[in-house]
């Protein structure tokens, strides 16, 4: 019996993982966190923390510095809800036409992502606040995500016998 309950897909021929009803469960769930933590953290840094959080429109060009906007909520709520959909978008298809192969590659796309996506927080011209709330909601989100997807994500079949004998430790 796996950890959710069922018995292992393995010995079946197929890679092991939780049933269709339950990796989607977790997996909107995960997308549900993904969007409610960085909102929570806004929350914390602009209504309640006092700290505008502001970047700048477009790139400096001589004389002229872009006016900088504010960021509101709705950036730290949409642009998490469509990533984490397109994460699990691309492991759905992944996992259709890769087999074994999916979580691995999933694992290491989310993680190349998820260390790209400090390249904006990084900014010099950003301040210390927006980029700190700026980081720590791209690792709240990564954070909420990548653990779940590749823990409901099928494994590949261990070796032959692996899943029949008992544990003796």
Known sequence: MS????????GAGRAAGPPGSVRRRVRASAVAAAVA????????AVPIGGHPLEVSTGMRTGTLAPEPME????????VPLLSALLGWALLAL????????????????AAA??????????????NGTTAAVLATAHLLVGAAVI?????????????PGAGSR???D
Do not use: K, Q
């Not at 960021?71 to 949409?78: H, I, N, S, T």
């Not at 260390?115 to 950003?126: E, I, R, T, W």
């Open 94 to 109: 992944l996992e259709r036409f890769t087999g074994r192969a999916a979580r691995w590659i999933w694992g290491v796309l």
């Open 166 to 168: 008992a544990r003796t």
């Open 147 to 159: 653990p779940p997807f590749l823990l409901t994500s099928p494994r590949p079949p261990g070796p």
């Open 71 to 78: 960021l509101g909520a709705a950036p730290f709520a949409v």
């Open 3 to 10: 950890v959710f309950g069922t018995a292992s897909a393995a």
């Open 37 to 44: 933590l960085p909102l929570l953290l806004w929350t914390a």
């Open 113 to 126: 992502v998820l260390a790209v996506s400090f390249l904006p927080p990084a900014d010099p011209a950003l």
